[in-house]
């Protein structure tokens, strides 16, 4: 079993930033890859970024050079830094681990309006 916690979206103008957190509690945190999803109402959680146990990271195009994902092994914690936003990137933003079983976060809102 695990749990994932979601914290620091918010309301931010575009070309601002945001720095999400997702706490997990599960043993061995460092094994597994975890990712960030995102989802506006109306369309499917389409995949932002992830990380593995190793550090390796990927971006989806859209994201590329401006967020960042990153993890603190320690805190069994994983970021995600969100630089340069735009409106379209308004959306519930969800972490996500998956160790066979797939689990999920509550969502935290991340809103890009001036």
């Known amino acids: 079993q695990a749990q994932l916690v979601e914290s620091g979206g918010g309301l931010v103008q575009p070309g601002g930033s945001l720095r999400l957190s997702c706490v997990a509690s599960i043993r061995f945190f460092r094994l597994y890859t975890m990712a960030w999803y995102r989802q506006v109402p109306g369309r499917q959680r389409e995949f932002v970024a992830d990380?593995?146990?190793?550090?390796?990271?990927r971006y989806r195009e859209a994201v590329k050079g401006r967020f960042t994902i990153s993890r603190d092994n320690a805190e069994s914690t994983v970021y995600l830094q969100m630089n340069y936003l735009r409106p379209e990137d308004t959306a519930v933003y969800y972490c996500?681990?998956?160790?066979?079983?797939?689990?999920w976060g509550q969502g935290t809102q991340v809103t890009v309006s001036s």
């Open positions: 990380i593995t146990a190793g550090g390796t990271t």
């Open positions: 996500n681990l998956n160790s066979g079983d797939n689990y």
